[in-house]
């Protein structure tokens, strides 16, 4: 079994998807195309001149979840000590699998402190069922109510909050801040 990605530079649109957006990669497995991640792409050079640009790079966008990865070393900085599947799942959003939900649990369980617990109402997001086909059916059946860990930016709030107790804990708190609760 092989992975790899390959730069494509296509203009085949699906729903999920802008007319401004071009392929930009494609995941294979065993010569399968198990992936196609889309997108707008411009490379500056040192002097700030466009050295490739591919899709509608002039077409306005929301940054939106593009800004999670700088999100989360914003956490990081703040004294959220995020290690491995922990940094994957605050710099982007996430489809709800069982894996990615537990990754969620984990940084609220790092995140909790003797007088701070985080638990999933922490993250003040509306409950889901996740947007992953095998975790929405497995749920389903087991009669499970929907839950703060399944929404898509539930990784960035989780690294949110462990911030916010870390610098409580710390008690380092930026003069005039009272920004760093929970809420």
Not at 1 to 20: E, G, K, L, Y
Not at 57 to 84: T, V, W
Not at 139 to 153: D, F, G, K, V, Y
Request: aromatic residues 6%.
């Amino acid at each position: 079994m092989t992975n790899s990605t390959t730069p494509q530079a296509t203009t085949h649109t699906t729903d999920h998807s802008s007319a401004f957006d071009v392929e930009l990669a494609q995941l294979t497995r065993n010569n399968f195309i198990e992936a196609r991640h889309r997108g707008r792409l411009i490379l500056l050079g040192p002097d700030g001149d466009v050295q490739l640009a591919l899709g509608d790079i002039h077409e306005p966008f929301y940054l939106r979840s593009a800004a999670k990865p700088l999100q989360a070393i914003g956490s990081m900085k703040a004294g959220a000590p995020l290690r491995g599947s922990q940094v994957a799942i605050a710099c982007g959003s996430h489809r709800g699998t069982f894996e990615q939900m537990r990754a969620v649990q984990d940084v609220l369980t790092q995140g909790s402190t003797e007088t701070t617990p985080l638990t999933p109402a922490n993250l003040t997001l509306k409950p889901s069922y996740p947007s992953d086909s095998q975790a929405y059916k497995a749920m389903i059946q087991a009669n499970l109510a929907r839950t703060p860990l399944a929404h898509p930016c539930s990784g960035k709030h989780a690294a949110f909050l462990w911030a916010c107790t870390a610098k409580l804990e710390r008690g380092d708190l930026e003069e005039g801040s009272q920004n760093w609760t929970l809420h």
